[in-house]
C-alpha cells in the first residue's frame, strides 16, 4: 500500500517554477548593452527571375548612414544606427545602437553596375539584376585572304 503524501505548495516544485521563471526574466528581461555588438539588421534575400532583391531591416536609419558594396558575387551592408536619447531617466532600455555589418555571398552572379537600392518605412530594398546565363553559341569561320 503506498502512503499519501501531502502537497506543499511552497515546496520543491513551486521553488522549481521560480528559479525558472527567474531564468527567463534573466534572458529576455534584462537592459541590454548599447554598444551595438550584436546589431545586425535583419535581411530577407528573394530570388526572382531577372534579379536577386534583399530587403533589410534598418527602421530609423538615416540614408547616409548606411553603405551598399557590390561584386559580382557578394552583397555587402554597412553601417551605423545612431539612437536619440530620451528625456529624463533611463528606466529601461531594449533599443540598441551602433555599428553593423553584413556580407552575404550571393547565389548567383550579378551586374554590378545595375544595381539599384531605395528606402521606403525603415525598409532598405536593394535590387540586383543577375548575369545573363552563360550561353554556347557556334561560330561561322570564314576564310581569310
Known amino acids: 500500500m503506498r502512503d499519501l503524501v501531502r502537497r506543499n505548495p511552497s515546496g520543491e516544485l513551486d521553488r522549481f517554477r521560480s528559479g525558472i521563471d527567474q531564468v527567463f526574466a534573466d534572458a529576455f528581461f534584462r537592459n541590454w548593452p548599447t554598444d551595438g555588438q550584436g546589431a545586425f539588421p535583419a535581411v530577407d534575400l528573394y530570388n ?14 538615416e540614408i547616409d548612414d548606411v553603405e551598399v558594396t557590390t561584386n559580382n558575387d557578394t552583397l555587402t551592408i554597412q553601417g551605423e544606427v545612431k539612437l ?11 533599443r540598441t545602437g551602433g555599428k553593423f555589418y553584413r ?16 528606402i ?11 548575369v545573363d546565363e552563360l550561353k554556347s553559341r557556334t561560330v561561322k569561320i570564314k ?3
Open 48 to 61: 526572382t527571375e531577372g534579379s536577386l532583391v534583399a530587403l533589410v531591416n534598418l527602421p530609423g536609419v
Open 84 to 94: 536619440e536619447p530620451g528625456d529624463g531617466d533611463l528606466l529601461w532600455q531594449e
Open 103 to 118: 556580407s552575404f555571398k550571393l547565389p548567383a552572379p550579378i551586374k554590378t553596375d545595375e544595381v539599384e537600392a531605395s
Open 120 to 130: 521606403k518605412n525603415g525598409v532598405l530594398r536593394i535590387e540586383m539584376p543577375k
Open 143 to 145: 576564310e581569310s585572304s
